[in-house]
């Protein structure tokens, strides 16, 4: 009787044995297949270029820029793109930076701002574009759409429209070469084709009335074209 109940259950243990190696071998195909899976996932990298991504970006910049130990410039701006790794190292800065220059007492010589900037490193010039304004406290102002500044040789030069004033008179005109002495003053320039010029006094704050026959002069300032799109490099040649 004992065999016969063996007999009859012995495919009832066969059965068992094949489910669980089925099941084994499921269970050994899993990572296979989820291995599969991680590597559909992989993001490739072979088109990323190192070269054509910032070294270093530093938001809510404020930093002071100097010349063996010396401080030279303030800089401030929302956003700063630093590009080493490319064949003319540059520096990017979006969304109006302001630049103070020191003199050697540490006085500001001068100011410049604009919608946006490109410094070359190896040049050392500044490209400003859009609503570039270069004051000099009390003595210069300059207006215009876009303005080359060399912060080694002091050289200002520009092609577009110009608004220069000065306390005692008011230019205007196309194309613009200038120069600044160590201490940052403009010291000399140079309109290539003016097209307006108005002598005037501004009156004195510190005076009640104003002066018979001196009346104020309004110069509106030209409309600055919007600033233009930065030039994030594309290519290892950087013009």
Avoid at 55 to 75: H, K
Avoid at 85 to 100: F, K, Q, R
Wanted: net charge negative.
């Amino acid at each position: 009787m004992r065999r016969l109940y063996d007999t009859m259950s012995a495919p009832c243990h066969i059965f068992s044995l094949r489910s669980a190696a089925l099941s084994a071998l499921a269970l050994a195909a899993l990572p296979c297949l989820l291995g599969a899976c991680r590597e559909e996932d992989k993001v490739s990298t072979e088109n990323i270029s190192v070269k054509h991504m910032p070294t270093m970006t530093t938001r809510n910049v404020m930093t002071i820029i100097t010349d063996s130990g010396i401080p030279q410039y303030r800089l401030v701006g929302p956003v700063w793109y630093v590009y080493d790794d490319i064949d003319t190292p540059v520096w990017i800065l979006p969304g109006g930076p302001y630049l103070e220059k020191f003199d050697p007492d540490f006085n500001v010589a001068f100011t410049l701002a604009c919608d946006s900037a490109v410094n070359n490193q190896v040049t050392g010039e500044w490209e400003l574009y859009g609503n570039v304004e270069y004051n000099e406290p009390g003595r210069m102002l300059i207006l215009a759409d876009e303005l080359i500044w060399n912060q080694r040789s002091g050289m200002i030069r520009s092609d577009k429209f110009i608004h220069l004033e000065q306390p005692s008179k008011i230019i205007e005109g196309y194309g613009f070469d200038g120069r600044t002495d160590p201490r940052g003053n403009l010291t000399e320039y140079r309109l290539r084709k003016p097209s307006g010029f108005i002598p005037y006094s501004k009156p004195d704050p510190s005076e009640a009335e104003r002066p018979e026959g001196i009346s104020s002069v309004s110069v509106s300032a030209p409309s600055a074209a919007s600033s233009r799109p930065m030039p994030v490099p594309v290519s290892p040649q950087m013009r």
